[in-house]
């Protein structure tokens, strides 16, 4: 059946009839905006958060998918949903706290020394 998603508004065909999204993306963003997922007593989500606020990165993009990531497998009962949904926390996890080799390298880059410099050599040519 055709649905509208309530998040982006995009049509398209529901596979359940209670959903409401498009896509997990679109549910993630909307639980984030209006019904936040009780995570105190949750201890995966503890755990999430906790190495979040240890990287730095708990009020990112990232870091949220990944706490509502956890706090979605924590109510998920299917195997197959909870193995899904722990392979795409494990790599939002990775983006987020940059502990895998070729995710880390945005932090300490030097474009604005690149661009100063080129900007002097601009100056300097005319
Ligand atoms: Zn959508």
Redesign the pocket.
Known sequence: MKRK?E??G?TYEAKHPRAK???TR?RVRNSRGAAKPSTDKNPLVAAITRELEAAGKLDTMLGQTALALGARMSGTDTGAGVASLARELRSVMVAAVGSSPSAGSSAGRDDGVDELRARRDKKRAG
Do not use: Q
């Open positions: 998603c998040v982006c995009v999204y498009c896509t679109c």
